[in-house]
């Protein structure tokens, strides 16, 4: 009989195996050409299996969009915050404009997130007590570094989140779709854009 650890570390890497299995296969074939079928095939366990884990193929799909969202930013955020400067707003761009390499390296992980960097689940999960620790920290470094006179910190948050939003919204357009120009093109202007917002 196994243990509680043992139990525990078994179901962890069973639902690990479905979402590394469903990444590789949404990322090759897209959402509508998986079956959960072909899912629990790749990873090698029976089909109940993956329905004690998510609900669905969408609910496997927002864990998926949620882990390369939250390590593609934290992985910026800590590069922007090495840099050897005090200026707010070069350390945010230099993180917007890592994250938008990172995602013209990787288009298909772009087109798998749908057209945004899907912070409304990131904040969900920032929201929810204890839930994510490491990004709520990131969060609320962003947000009290901004100086922008008689707002507060939820204000603060909420400018974050818009420009994040407008970013990625274009990163995907240009990124993607090649509108209105490409990415390389794009980024002074949306550089500029972040200048004027961050003040």
Partial sequence: MLTRRELSAKMQYKRANLLEAGRYLFLENGLQNTSVDAIVRRANVAKGTFYLYFHDKDALLNEIVYDINRSVLLKAYRKAY???TGDYTARFI???DDIINHFAEKPRE????RKNFSWPLLKERITSVGEDLELTEVLNSLAKGLCIEDINLDEAKNVIYA???MCFSLCYSCIINKQPSDMETMKPTLYLIIRKVLG
Avoid: R
Wanted: proline content about 0%; cysteine-free.
């Fill in 82 to 84: 090495a840099l050897e």
């Fill in 94 to 96: 230099y993180m917007i």
């Fill in 110 to 113: 772009l087109a798998l997130i």
């Fill in 163 to 165: 420009t994040v939003e």
